[in-house]
């Protein structure tokens, strides 16, 4: 048993090694790093730092303008006011000034197991687009990465109606390459993928921005930040 724990452990160490020896050599981030001005477009609070983190923290390391723009309070049980306290303070530890964060509190846009409304998913979105100046949206894929209806809702929404930004959308993988956390960069590269993470000091901002989200950290949140792909590392589309 303590022979099997051992090679476990210097296999993780072997592997952090392999991503510190890619990160120090490559480009992180891609054609996203291009623009002055980027808002992720989200579901829920929480959003920001389950999915879209690693890529938060790398555009403002780089000096990039970043927004969040948070299409409901997820008051799903309630709890809405909570949760988007727990947004800005998620957003802080992410590095994003709490000016440039956003809630929608709209009925048609509730936390729910429901596909949202399109056209007010584009209007909230093209106005937000308009008054900051934004050159560039990131959001879900159509996969939603999780399979969320309201994830799903943003990328069909906005997919052909954005003709003045670029729009990136989060790469959904199968259940398997979600779950073995930092060594799907492997794979990633190896099919080409635009890859984007954090500088290696700032690894674990995300995780710190997780934390922020206490009414959220079940016994199952934990065991997402531990393998989770997307707490470590993101990959993008861009439409």
């Not at 051992?6 to 054609?31: D, H, M, R």
């Not at 001005?37 to 555009?59: K, Q, R, W, Y």
Request: net charge negative; glycine share 6%.
């Amino acid at each position: 048993m303590e022979t099997v724990s051992l090679l476990i452990i210097c296999g993780g160490l072997l592997a952090l090694l392999i991503v510190f020896l890619i990160s120090s050599k490559l480009q992180p981030a891609g054609s996203i790093t291009q623009h002055k001005s980027v808002v992720f477009v989200t579901a829920h609070p929480d959003d920001e730092c389950m999915f879209f983190g690693p890529t938060i923290v790398n555009l403002i390391h780089q000096n990039i303008e970043v927004h969040i723009l948070c299409l409901s309070t997820g008051n799903f049980y309630g709890e809405g006011k909570t949760r988007v306290k727990e947004l800005y303070a998620s957003c802080k530890a992410l590095g994003v000034d709490t000016n440039k964060c956003s809630t929608i509190d709209d009925t048609s846009l509730a936390d729910g197991d429901a596909i949202w409304n399109k056209t007010q998913i584009q209007y909230y979105v093209a106005e937000y687009i308009q008054s900051h100046d934004i050159s560039a949206v990131v959001t879900f894929d159509e996969g939603g990465v999780s399979g969320h209806p309201n994830h799903i809702s943003i990328p069909v929404a906005l997919s052909n109606s954005l003709p003045n930004s670029t729009l990136y959308k989060l790469t959904s993988v199968n259940i398997f390459r979600k779950y073995i956390s930092f060594l799907d960069i492997i794979i990633a590269l190896i099919l080409g993928e635009e890859v984007c993470w954090p500088p290696w000091q700032l690894m674990t901002a995300p995780f710190v921005a997780m934390a922020k989200h206490k009414s959220q950290l079940m016994w199952f949140r934990y065991l997402y930040m531990i393998f989770s792909r997307y707490m470590i590392f993101n990959t993008f589309q861009q439409s």
